[in-house]
């Protein structure tokens, strides 16, 4: 119970369990605020239902004709800019964005903007749509909104080789366009299947440090379990060894 003023205390349950506050992250949920008076002669209980926080970008492409930014790109929230964007912490971020630090990459055509508020003057690089093992890569650096409030992530070109490579600007943060680079989960048949070209490389170690064995464009390998390593994620062989789990290397399943 916490102590809203003088005379007046308040509860907060949600599935009959007390907690400390309402999560504004855990969208759907509902839970049951008490309002009791010091001396308990009076309570009064009202449902609180968490609505979806963040709007998602219908079209990559469309433009926001306010011009003005974001204070350059932060959200003057210096809460807003978390290492851990699940974390119940308050920070309005989606379950979906990709952690501070991460890979990502573009599954459709997108652009590259100089601020938040996507506008076609503003535009510093285009994207294609590509094959999986082309897709653009991106380390994200932080996010930003645009004045209509969809988030945005603030990204360092990763695209080696590229005219675009090094480029520091802002791209779409929505899920239809915009995914992480690396799997966060196994396989359902526990198999993967080699798509890069010049094949993947198992290792001795988790950090992909003591080359054990390749295997080419084409093999199918069974997975024995999924391990993380700083932002990115291994799948471990039944041998102990380890192999990457980018998606630009490796697809789920058997192809």
């Known amino acids: 119970m916490t102590k809203l003023s003088d005379g007046v205390n308040v509860t907060i349950q949600l599935n009959g369990k007390t907690v400390n506050a309402v ?10 605020v ?3 008076t010091g001396n308990n002669a009076a309570s009064k209980t009202v449902k ?18 306010n011009s003005t930014t974001n204070n350059n790109g932060n959200s003057g929230n210096s809460a807003w800019n978390p290492s851990n964007p699940s974390n119940p912490n308050g920070t309005g971020l989606p379950n979906y964005a990709a952690v501070k630090g991460s890979a990502v990459y573009a599954t459709k055509g997108i652009y590259m903007y100089r601020s938040a508020n996507f506008k076609k003057s503003q535009r510093m690089a285009t994207y294609p749509k590509a094959k999986r093992v082309n ?31 090094g480029k520091v600007g802002y791209i779409t943060a929505n899920p239809k366009y915009v995914v992480n680079v690396y799997y966060k989960t196994m396989p359902k048949s526990h ?53 990457t789990a980018n998606k630009k290397l490796v697809i789920q399943g058997n192809y």
Request: zero cysteines; charged letters at 20%; glycine letters at 10%.
């Open 23 to 32: 999560d504004t992250n855990n969208a759907g949920a509902v839970y049951d």
């Open 191 to 243: 198999k993967i299947t080699v798509i890069n070209k010049k094949g993947i490389h198992a290792y001795k170690n988790v950090n992909l440090t003591g080359r054990a064995k390749t295997f080419k464009k084409g093999t199918h390998v069974t997975v024995k379990s999924f391990e993380k390593h700083n932002l990115t994620t291994r799948y471990k062989l039944s041998n102990g060894t380890y192999i």
């Open 48 to 65: 609180v239902t968490v609505g979806q926080r963040g709007n998602i970008p219908s079209n990559n492409n469309s433009n926001n004709n």
């Open 135 to 165: 897709r653009p890569m991106f380390v994200v650096l932080g996010y930003d909104k645009s004045n209509g409030g969809a988030l945005r992530y603030k990204v360092r070109d990763v695209n080696h080789g590229k005219k675009t490579a």
């Open 34 to 36: 008490t309002y009791t």
